[in-house]
């Protein structure tokens, strides 16, 4: 397995996770925001897809594999609170997993090619695809960790 390929798998775990977590708990809860914070469990998830897209297929002169409300709806800077229309719970459920598997096709047909570097807000530059899918797994993981904290805040 190419380094690539395995750095998919532990996103793929990663979103696997998430996934169970959307058919196991309360959809209305899926939206709830918890006191004192800005966002809900489904726009946490759909940021993390929409940012490894715009990172990595963006960045690359490559389109995207969600739509572009759906990457208004969950880029950085927005919240439940902007929403014109409530997102679909089955599409963000879709997404999550059809965007890792069209990865793993992408990066094993070569189409990542070029690349526009960026800098994260936390200092580390990204000059490559590969950079931005392990920078992705750092972003999805805390934000894994801050829908879980959200879940143990809503079920009390």
Same mark, same amino acid.
């Given at each position: 397995m190419n380094h690539d390929l395995f750095e998919v798998?532990?996103? =793929?775990?990663?979103?696997?996770r998430l996934s169970q977590l959307i058919d196991t708990v309360n959809h209305e809860l899926l939206f709830t925001i918890p006191e004192n914070f800005n966002n809900n469990i489904i726009w946490q998830i759909g940021h993390c897809i929409t940012s490894q897209? =715009?990172?990595m297929y963006m960045r690359s002169g490559l389109p995207m594999h969600i739509s572009q409300e759906f990457m208004?709806?969950?880029?950085i800077g927005t919240s439940p609170g902007?929403?014109?229309? =409530?997102?679909d719970v089955h599409e963000v459920k879709h997404a999550l997993l059809f965007t890792v598997e069209q990865l793993r096709e992408d990066l094993k047909s070569g189409v990542f090619v070029?690349?526009?570097?960026?800098?994260?807000p936390i200092g580390i530059h990204i000059s490559n695809h590969l &950079?931005?899918? &392990?920078?992705?797994?750092?972003?999805?993981?805390?934000?894994?960790?801050?829908?879980?904290?959200?879940l143990k805040l809503l079920q009390k």
């Open positions: 798998e532990i996103l =793929r775990a990663s979103r696997l897209q =715009r990172h208004e709806t969950f880029k902007s929403w014109i229309t =409530r997102p070029r690349y526009k570097p960026f800098s994260l &950079q931005a899918l &392990q920078a992705a797994i750092f972003h999805e993981a805390e934000h894994s960790g801050i829908i879980f904290s959200y």
